[in-house]
């Protein structure tokens, strides 16, 4: 590699269009900013990765770029290959372990494990944002797990909601970002599978292991797919007000 060359993978321009276009329209990255990617190794947050990496080099505003991994001591789940994929691209990068699966064994009351583990990764990124002085973080859930999530909130929790594509938390001094809410899961899949990113494919290891409510709104909405292309722009249409409601998840 010749000197000054990018280590990162090129995104095509329909992707860095989706990606640049959430940035500028939710107001998600501004000058001096620094972003810590939530890198949990599967495709979404890898492809995010280098998007994030392109538009460093190439945006009208200077910030930087950092990725954190939260390890949650599972045995069917292993990111430490991670470590020396992310030292090739000579980016800060912070490797937290902590037993969540255990803990959410002992702890849990009334919740599901994917909402447990979120959430306890969610405080590990905070922390590890403050100690290191990053005040963005930058999550990598795109379109589909919007919808899903707005199916969700709809059918049982008779509430319109979704997730946000950019909040700031309640003690006021982070905020989070998804850069892919216009981006459909396909487009990742694709995105990783040709530059061959190195895929952590259960990167989500509870929800392999017993049934969510998610994973039958995923069925629900590719079966509804079949019949409507326009699926997806709908439902984006519908949830944008949503989306931009600067309260937390």
Same mark, same amino acid.
Request: charged share 25%; with cysteine.
């Given at each position: 590699m010749t000197s000054g060359a990018p280590v990162y993978a090129m995104p095509d321009k329909?992707?860095? !269009?989706? &990606?640049?276009?959430?940035?500028? /329209?939710?107001?998600?990255?501004?000058?001096? /900013?620094?972003?810590? %990617?939530?890198?949990?190794?599967g495709k979404d947050s890898l492809s995010l990765l280098h998007i994030l990496l392109h538009l460093r080099s190439v945006a009208p505003v200077n910030f930087d770029v950092a990725a954190m991994t939260v390890d949650p001591m599972s045995d069917s789940f292993d990111p430490s290959p991670l470590k020396d994929y992310i030292a090739c691209l000579n980016i800060p990068?912070?490797?937290?372990? #902590?037993?969540?699966?255990? #803990?959410?064994?002992? !702890?849990? /009351?009334?919740?599901?494990?994917?909402?447990?583990?979120?959430?306890? *990764?969610?405080?590990?990124? $905070?922390?590890?944002?403050?100690?290191?002085?990053?005040? &963005? =973080?930058? %999550?990598? +859930?795109?379109?589909?797990?919007?919808?899903?999530?707005?199916?969700?909130?709809?059918? !049982?929790?008779? +509430? @319109?909601?979704?997730? *946000?594509? !950019? $909040?700031?938390?309640? *003690?006021? /001094? @982070?905020?989070? =970002?998804?850069? %892919?809410? $216009?981006?459909?899961? #396909? #487009?990742?899949?694709?995105?990783?599978?040709?530059n061959a990113l190195p895929v952590i494919v259960e990167n989500c290891p509870a929800?392999?292991?017993?049934?969510? +409510?998610?994973?039958h709104m995923k069925e629900l909405l590719k079966e509804e797919e079949k019949h409507n292309s326009g699926l997806y722009g709908s439902i984006l249409t519908s949830i944008k007000p949503l989306m931009s409601i600067n309260t937390a998840d």
């Open positions: 329909k992707l860095l !269009h989706q &990606v640049g276009r959430a940035i500028a /329209d939710f107001g998600m990255i501004r000058e001096g /900013d620094r972003v810590m %990617l939530g890198l949990s190794g990068y912070f490797y937290e372990s #902590q037993p969540i699966m255990d #803990q959410g064994k002992k !702890h849990m /009351d009334g919740d599901s494990y994917c909402s447990w583990c979120a959430r306890m *990764k969610r405080g590990i990124m $905070y922390s590890t944002a403050r100690r290191e002085g990053y005040n &963005v =973080i930058a %999550l990598a +859930q795109h379109l589909d797990d919007l919808a899903e999530s707005f199916l969700m909130s709809a059918f !049982h929790g008779g +509430q @319109l909601r979704t997730m *946000k594509a !950019h $909040y700031t938390i309640s *003690k006021g /001094d @982070l905020r989070v =970002i998804r850069p %892919l809410v $216009y981006t459909r899961e #396909q #487009q990742t899949g694709e995105f990783a599978q040709k929800c392999f292991s017993m049934p969510t +409510q998610r994973q």
